[in-house]
């Protein structure tokens, strides 16, 4: 926000040819408020990522693709929520985050008709209407105003990458609950569970070996906090997850074997951290430190599926070449 200097006051014509206007009280700078422990930090992400995985392990041993899919879809509308919110300060962005917004919900609510009608995830067709839905809106809501030059442009990719960042990226979770290969009538609950593990024992061992061991910054434009012992730690947390989760689970991740599954991990490591980084670029072109509050120690629900929407694409086309 440009504030008002003296001279745009309508009183400066008055002052021009006077002394310096001096104000007779004093401006005291408000005293940020103290940055939480690394302790307690550590203690509120424990404690959110708990609770999550108390719902995880719930879907897991009732063996429950509803949990997911509902859970999914609820991070789904509530992360396409935050990121249009990044542009609210734009009163003419307005039409293009309601767009946004709707094209979400109509994607969701078409989802979940489908898998409760035919117990599969939707066609990739579903994918490619909300994507021209979004194109198509955009530039008809840019018919009503006059043009404003790289501001529209602006808009109209906010409003198309939003869709694509949260709703179409989002959605392969629940592709990856319906994939069957060769017919096969079990459902992938067990390699989402790998997607989730793999990608947040990634963001796990990268805090972790961060905060103990961190040095060397990795990219402090974007994200000061980042190091490059925390990439290590973060390859080590993936690597660790599947290796355990393979061992615990089995055939139930099919098509997924000992050799594709770990190799499949540092893959899953570097799209989780590019995915992170992605969303401090969002949070820093805007300036803001998290998306939200809904989770403490965390931030925001893109602040917590950051990394999933990078993942989620990666995995299931993974799947589709080890199956072809």
């Avoid at 809501?141 to 989002?170: D, K, M, N």
């Avoid at 067990?190 to 990608?199: G, K, R």
């Amino acid at each position: 926000m440009n504030w008002p200097t003296l001279h745009d006051c309508s009183f400066s014509a008055h002052c021009s040819n006077s002394a310096p206007f001096r104000p007779s009280f004093r401006m005291t700078p408000a005293t940020p408020a103290p940055a939480p422990s690394k302790r307690r930090v550590f203690a509120s992400r424990l404690l959110s990522t708990l609770i999550l995985w108390a719902v995880i392990a719930g879907a897991v041993q009732w063996n429950s693709h509803w949990v997911i899919v509902l859970l999914t879809g609820f991070f789904g509308v509530a992360g396409a929520f935050e990121y249009y919110r990044l542009l609210r300060l734009d009163d003419q962005a307005r039409g293009f985050n309601l767009l946004g917004l709707c094209i979400c919900l109509g994607y969701w609510i078409t989802m979940t008709w489908w898998v409760m009608q035919h117990k599969s995830a939707a066609p990739m067709w579903l994918e490619l209407a909300a994507l021209t839905a979004a194109v198509h809106g955009s530039f008809l809501l840019c018919y009503r105003h006059q043009l404003e030059g790289i501001v529209t442009l602006q808009r109209i990719f906010h409003a198309v990458f939003g869709v694509v960042y949260t709703v179409i990226f989002f959605g392969f979770i629940v592709r990856l609950m319906y994939f069957k290969p060769d017919g096969s009538s079990m459902t992938g609950l067990f390699l989402v569970i790998y997607l989730i593990v793999v990608t947040k024992f990634s963001d796990m061992g990268a805090y972790a070996v961060g905060v103990l061991f961190g040095k060397h910054k990795m990219i402090p434009h974007i994200s000061p906090a980042k190091s490059w012992e925390g990439l290590v730690g973060a390859f080590l947390g993936s690597f660790g997850a599947a290796a355990i989760l393979i061992w615990l689970a089995g055939p139930k991740l099919a098509p997924l074997n000992w050799l594709n599954g770990l190799l499949l991990a540092p893959v899953i490591c570097a799209t989780a951290v590019s995915g992170d980084l992605a969303e401090s670029v969002l949070k820093r072109c805007v300036a803001i430190k998290d998306s939200g509050h809904k989770f403490p120690g965390i931030g925001g629900i893109l602040d917590l599926t950051d990394s999933l929407l990078f993942t989620a694409p990666v995995f299931y086309f993974y799947l589709e070449i080890i199956t072809a």
